[in-house]
């Protein structure tokens, strides 16, 4: 319960108390009547007291199970995005093996062709 529910509860039934020690001080009544009013003011007292009670439980449990929902929702999202990204990553590192290994090849190529020139070259100056 909060703050705030137990202050009220609180206030409730002290205020409550003070109201019927009031009317009994000050109440044109016999001994047993006046016992009967506190016995039944206290009733509706404790009662009322339940009441808030049970209200201020069940706004608690709504709010409770309404953050477990939103963290539980929070949490799938999560997950979808790290699913998401990892994709990404995967396809992004697979992009990059791909580059190097075709630049790999062209550089490969490209200094098997300057040897084969060097070669031709060095024949024709050799001859």
Known sequence: MSDRGVDFV????IGGLIGAVLGVLYAPKS??????????????????????YELALEKSKKAYDAA???????????????????????????????????GKGRLKRAIDAGVEAFKEEKEKTSA
């Open 31 to 52: 001994g047993k009547e006046t016992r009967e009013d506190i016995a039944k003011k206290t009733e509706d007292l404790m009662a009322r007291a339940r009441e808030e």
């Open 68 to 102: 477990v929902k939103r963290l539980k929702e929070a949490e799938i999202s999560a997950k979808e995005k790290v699913e998401e990204v990892e994709g990404k990553v995967e396809e992004l590192a697979e992009r990059g093996k791909e580059t190097l290994l075709d």
């Open 10 to 13: 609180k206030g409730l039934v």
